[in-house]
């Protein structure tokens, strides 16, 4: 039983890393380098920020 338990637990983890490889490759080909290291989070929060009175 536990084996069994133990050996799902593999699988998945091994899904897991396959599936986070095959997205870093897919982004990391459909983006500029530029892209990838902008950052726009700064500028949404500092909007999201503004109290209006």
Known sequence: MWITI???GWIVS???VL???YDWFRTDT???EETL???RE???E???EQHRV
Do not use: D
Request: aromatic fraction near 10%; charge should be negative; glycine fraction near 4%.
């Open 46 to 48: 500092a909007v999201q």
């Open 14 to 16: 091994a899904a897991l």
């Open 30 to 32: 459909s983006f500029s």
């Open 37 to 39: 290291t902008s950052s």
């Open 6 to 8: 133990a050996n799902i």
């Open 42 to 44: 700064g500028e949404i």
């Open 19 to 21: 599936w986070m490889v």
